[in-house]
């Protein structure tokens, strides 16, 4: 299934392993950053030029929830003329929130337009007025960028086995997810304040941590968040504890503010060359891990 930039779910692939055989694909750069509050940042760009092919899920059931793992790759697409940045921050006593901004408004002096994503969405929304640029959120966004602060990074290609992450929306759901030593999720816990009844799951890599939406069948309820990997043996499944036990999701290689624009496909004079090591270090750890696949090893999709 080929998704654009339209898609509700997105995330990123480098290349896949599924029953031995590989799907291949464009791998895709994350943008890290954590501000002096310690609030996280994960810029995600879609760039022009890109689809996305959806064309590995798993699909489980998981303490009476419909879960969908979605591992998409990107590929090129000469129809997409526009491009997008995603930007969710996490903060340990706020929760996570989601923004986004038109490509062409961002540049290696500073991001603009960042709109916010509203906690039940997983699209952006276009209604939305921008946020000033004197918003703590595009303060630190832009300060991050023009020092040089942020680090490029690729997703992880599963989540990490017997893993556990903690993710909540301020004054709302809080989530907890656990998965196995072969990184199948085994384990949903969430927090309902609103009692809507939620019964779908739909997660996706985003660097190390994970993206998710919880949903109701045949309902317009959701709800998005970021939910952050926690030390597994002292995490005790409330908020006060994810501020004591998260982890640090922040890794990768310092990234030149003024390779933006050929990030957000801007600008085709070459690739970014920290992002060529990240590609040869993935493609090795994903060979290495495909070599012992067997077919049915992956859940049941």
């Keep these: 299934m080929r998704l654009h930039h339209q898609a509700p779910v997105r995330s990123l692939l480098l290349v896949m392993a599924c029953q031995g055989r590989a799907i291949k694909g464009q791998p895709q750069p994350i943008l890290l950053g954590q501000s002096e509050e310690g609030t996280r940042y994960y810029f995600e760009p879609w760039p022009k030029g890109t689809t996305i092919n959806t064309g590995d899920m798993e ?39 989601q923004h986004w901004a ?48 942020l680090m490029l990074a690729t997703s992880q290609e ?23 030593d072969k990184s199948q999720l085994k384990q949903v816990t969430l927090h309902d304040p609103g009692h809507v009844g939620y019964d779908e799951f739909i997660y996706t890599m985003l660097g190390e941590a994970i993206r998710g939406f919880f949903s109701k069948h045949k309902s317009s309820e959701g709800a998005a968040l970021i939910l952050e990997p926690v030390h597994p043996d002292e995490f005790r499944g409330s908020e006060r504890s994810f501020r004591q036990t998260r982890m640090n999701t922040i890794h990768g290689e310092l990234f030149d503010s003024n390779d933006l624009p050929k990030l957000l496909g801007l600008d085709a004079s070459g690739k970014i060359k920290a992002l060529k090591s990240h590609v040869r270090k993935s493609f090795r750890a994903v060979s290495k891990m495909a070599s012992k696949l067997r077919p049915g090893s992956l859940a049941r999709k």
């Design 158 to 180: 599963r989540p990490t086995p017997n893993g556990v992450y903690y993710g909540f929306v301020e004054g709302g759901l809080g989530a907890t997810i656990v998965f196995d």
């Design 59 to 97: 699909h489980h059931t998981v303490d009476g929830f419909d879960c969908l793992y979605v591992r998409p790759h990107q590929e090129p697409c000469k129809d997409s003329k526009d491009c997008r940045l995603w930007m969710y921050t996490v903060d340990d006593v706020k929760g996570s929130k």
């Design 102 to 149: 038109p490509g062409k408004t961002c540049s290696g002096k500073g991001f603009e337009a960042f709109r916010p994503v509203g906690d039940g969405r997983m699209s952006w929304d276009t209604e939305a007025s921008p946020l000033p640029s004197n918003d703590p959120i595009v303060a630190n966004a832009n300060r991050l960028l023009k020092e040089n602060q």
